[in-house]
């Protein structure tokens, strides 16, 4: 078994400037104000769209994320409706396999923790205590899921005994307006700090690239 942190990559290739122009470029048919464009109006364009709610303009154009994460997360992402998903599938993965290094990926429950509310103000000897419970669990699934193999059992019959915190990888697409109601939600305070854990870096990451349609964003 091996304990890996959660993280996310982008995989679109933003530039930030042109994509904003793209936005522009749409929003501007409705006032048939195309000639208004200029070299540096698009920011200022965009942010105006925003803020008056007319933010089905930004629905022009898309962003991928792919996402390394506990199924339990990826089960909150899912919900999320206007948007295309691929994720890693415990049917098909043998991970008794050599590909997958004769074992299974978990993701650290540690970064959740310190995350958490009420679970970081605890003593280190208790936070030690439930992490040390939880390798117990995850050590065991594993056992059983590779004694399941040994006997026959196909993947999608012995992930049956796969933790929630089992590794996954998901990749999301979305138009750039459901990115700002997913990261609104799921950077917040009340989300799940797992999935604060990857929303949050994501989100500062997002404000650097694009900082006109997310900055207005705060966790």
Not at 22 to 36: F, L, M, N, P, V
Not at 46 to 69: D, P, Q, W, Y
Not at 79 to 100: G, L, M, P, V, W
Request: hydrophobic fraction near 35%; charge should be negative.
């Amino acid at each position: 078994m091996r304990s890996i942190k959660p993280y996310y990559t982008i995989e679109t290739d933003i530039d930030g400037k042109e994509l904003l122009r793209q936005i522009e470029k749409a929003g501007r048919t409705c006032y048939k104000s195309e000639d208004k464009i200029t070299d540096d109006s698009a920011a200022k364009f965009v942010s105006a769209l925003i803020k008056h709610g007319h933010e089905a303009m930004i629905e022009h154009n898309a962003i991928t994320v792919r996402f390394t994460c506990d199924r339990g997360v990826t089960h909150e992402i899912v919900r999320h409706r206007i948007a295309s998903f691929a994720q890693e599938s415990t049917r098909y993965c043998n991970y008794s396999n050599d590909k997958y290094g004769n074992e299974i990926n978990v993701i650290d429950i540690s970064g959740g923790i310190n995350i958490d509310t009420k679970m970081k103000s605890f003593n280190i000897d208790t936070i030690d205590s439930i992490i040390a419970e939880w390798t117990v669990a995850m050590e065991d699934a594993e056992k059983h899921y590779l004694r399941m193999i040994e006997l026959g059992a196909t993947p999608q019959i012995a992930r049956s005994v796969l933790p929630t915190s089992v590794k996954t990888e998901i990749v999301v697409t979305m138009n750039i307006r459901e990115w700002r109601h997913f990261l609104k939600l799921r950077a917040s305070k009340e989300s799940h700090p797992q999935m604060r854990e990857i929303a949050i870096p994501l989100l500062d990451e997002l404000k650097t690239l694009i900082p006109c349609v997310f900055d207005d964003i705060q966790y």
